[in-house]
């Protein structure tokens, strides 16, 4: 062989096996550790950097997806369980997942730094982060003054398409607020329709029914609509780190207080790697570092006050949790979603 093929030849052999120990030290050597979670890829990207770094046999990869997009898939995978780890969502979805044997009890570490009210009896979930949910604005069309003060004021007309509302089917925190919304209304009259009545009254007002947070943080900063519903910690992030100009106010009749939670899944292929990941996420600096980083509220109760970030003592003090009746949310929310889905979506637009 001539002696510049040969070279040749030897360098693509020498590139190859580069490629192929390569291949096996990321590969076969590497654990992957599925996560399913809504909490967003700047969260999920940096618990995913500070596990592997402490854990370099491993590799988490995280499916960020809406929160009852989530309990879907579980149910469709029950069978041969894909996620090892279920990373947030409101409590009452956990509640139904553990109900219909999706979950696998784990008793944290930190377990008794956490309400009675924030974790299932039997260890299946686990609250990590409280979630209010607000009315969001753009600050640079609406001033503080004018922006609406509680969840009747957005009903105005001077609102009628200018709102924005992630679609709710997908998305926990509006299904918390509809669901919060119809509560109400069986509390003040025994029956949801005066709720539903509201509902529509909404759809009214809303321009559009947005697939995914992304696009309404994109139309909400372009002021293609003026006006939304959604969880506080991703409207405060818009606005301090983003630098979008969006602002909110919190419901002064009350907001819906959610126990966002963690679970492991049943049947998982790693469930010891799961437990590990389940523990970093959820320990003290972990929790910090949420907060700090992503403006999420901590459940835990162990944690000093004045090491939190000071809008979370200020958003503390503001908060009037809604009353809220979980066992008849469990019960009934898919219920009164499905009937907006097929009576109020869209009918008065």
Not at 237 to 264: F, Q
């Amino acid at each position: 062989m001539p002696i510049r093929r040969r070279r040749v030849a030897q360098l693509v052999s020498a590139v190859l096996a580069s490629l192929v120990v390569a291949a096996c030290q990321r590969g076969p050597h590497r654990t992957v550790l599925t996560v399913y979670s809504p909490h967003g890829n700047d969260l999920l990207s940096f618990y995913e950097k500070e596990f592997e770094a402490a854990h370099p046999d491993i590799d988490v990869q995280s499916v960020d997806m809406g929160s009852q997009d989530i309990i879907d898939r579980l149910r469709s995978e029950k069978a041969n369980p894909q996620a090892d780890i279920w990373f947030g969502a409101p409590e009452e979805i956990f509640e139904r997942a553990g109900r219909e044997g999706l979950l696998a009890p784990y008793h944290p570490t930190w377990a008794n730094a956490v309400p009675a009210d924030s974790h299932d009896p039997n260890d299946l979930w686990y609250g990590t982060y409280l979630t209010p949910e607000v009315i969001g604005y753009n600050s640079q069309a609406v001033s503080d003054s004018a922006a609406p003060k509680d969840w009747d004021d957005v009903l105005d007309p001077k609102w009628k398409g200018k709102v924005l509302i992630r679609d709710p089917i997908a998305s926990g925190s509006m299904r918390a607020i509809f669901g919060a919304i119809i509560l109400r209304s069986i509390r003040d009259t025994g029956t949801p329709n005066q709720g539903y009545a509201w509902l529509k009254r909404l759809d009214a007002q809303t321009k559009e029914y947005t697939l995914n947070p992304t696009i309404l943080y994109q139309k909400l900063g372009r002021q293609e609509g003026l006006i939304t519903l959604f969880d506080m910690p991703d409207l405060a992030m818009l606005r301090d780190r983003y630098h979008i100009p969006v602002k909110y106010t919190i419901p002064a009749s009350g907001t819906p207080l959610l126990v966002d939670a963690i679970a492991l899944v049943k049947g998982a292929k790693h469930p010891a790697i799961a437990r590990q990941y389940y523990e970093f996420v959820t320990s003290q600096r972990a929790l910090l570092d949420a907060a700090e980083r992503f403006y999420r509220i901590p459940v835990r109760t162990d944690i000093p006050a004045d090491s939190l970030p000071p809008w979370i003592r200020a958003a503390r003090d503001q908060i009037k949790p809604m009353p809220l009746d979980r066992a008849m949310l469990e019960q009934h929310l898919d219920e009164w979603m499905q009937y907006w889905d097929s009576h109020i979506r869209n009918s008065s637009r």
